[in-house]
């Protein structure tokens, strides 16, 4: 599936996500808030906090377990209980959801608006993903990555957008940590150049980017350089790649670029360069140099 049909996928994922959470739907986690009210007993009118124990306390009843349990499901459960005690039908009984727990969570990477976050308990990383206003354009849909604590999960947001992998929509938790990655390319450059071997770029990073990563070039790296992908090369001059030239390609994933060592040391030349320079000859010692 092409990036931007995914892309078009979640701006549906954020409409859905940006709708509000009906209390009935969501789960309740430890620090949210409740009010519980039974009609016809203003005394058993209370409003009450889930502890960390997973608990409320509630009059004649005492402690109620209630964490994970949809607001639907604790009303059933309060209801039950208390027939044990009074004379009262289901719809006597009212359970209303008053406060999310918090959490601050951080989202950083390709999203349109990196940063700290204040979720809901329960919200999942789609939630997150979708409140930073989804992923850019440079987004490596198959690299994101939660740090939590001294865990680390590489989760795919491609799979997640295509409904093919639900295991990766995590629940969020204090302090978590997500970062969606870049679309990148793996090139090499070798020969004449100050730190050689093979680099991660952005995708769209030219051959200038590459040789400015490496260190730049040695003293005695030659003008002409070899561009070699997918088992072709081509010649390229430095000297225009420098200056942002034609020959300052976009590098594209797998290639190697080498750069040749000159035929004479350029340092140990400078008086036939001056001397050629004399008598008209600088063009023909750069020919060999080159």
């Known amino acids: 599936m092409k990036k931007s049909v995914l892309i078009l996928i ?80 289901r719809s006597y009984v009212n359970v209303t959801l008053k406060e999310y727990r918090r959490v601050r969570v951080r989202l950083l990477g390709e999203v349109a608006n990196p940063g700290s976050y204040e979720i809901r308990g329960g919200d999942r990383v789609l939630d997150l993903i979708s409140l930073a206003g989804g992923p850019t354009n440079r987004a490596n849909l198959e690299d994101l990555r939660l740090n939590r604590k001294e865990e680390s999960y590489n989760l795919n947001l491609k799979d997640l957008l295509e409904g093919n992998d639900n295991i990766d929509n995590m629940i969020l938790k204090a302090g978590d940590t997500l970062y969606l990655g870049e679309n990148s390319i793996e090139v090499n450059i070798l020969g004449e150049i100050r730190s050689s071997g093979s680099y991660d770029l952005k995708e769209g990073s030219s051959i200038k980017d590459l040789i400015a990563k490496a260190g730049g070039v040695s003293s005695e790296a030659s003008n002409k350089i070899e561009y070699t992908l997918n088992g072709e090369s081509r010649s390229l001059d430095l000297r225009d790649i420098l200056k942002g030239g034609d020959d300052n390609l976009n590098l594209e994933d797998g290639a190697t670029l080498y750069i040749n060592k000159s035929r004479f040391n350029p340092r140990r030349m400078s008086f036939w360069r001056n001397l050629f320079f004399f008598v008209g000859g600088i063009n023909e010692i750069n020919d060999l140099i080159n």
């Open 10 to 89: 979640f701006i549906f994922t954020i409409i859905g996500a940006a709708l509000p959470v009906e209390g009935a739907d969501y789960r309740l986690q430890v620090d949210d808030r409740i009010y519980i009210s039974i009609w016809g007993h203003n005394d058993l009118q209370r409003e009450v906090r889930v502890d960390p124990s997973g608990m409320i306390n509630f009059p004649l009843l005492g402690e109620v377990e209630v964490e994970g349990l949809k607001v639907s499901q604790v009303t059933d459960l309060i209801w039950e209980e208390l027939i044990n005690y009074i004379k009262i039908d």
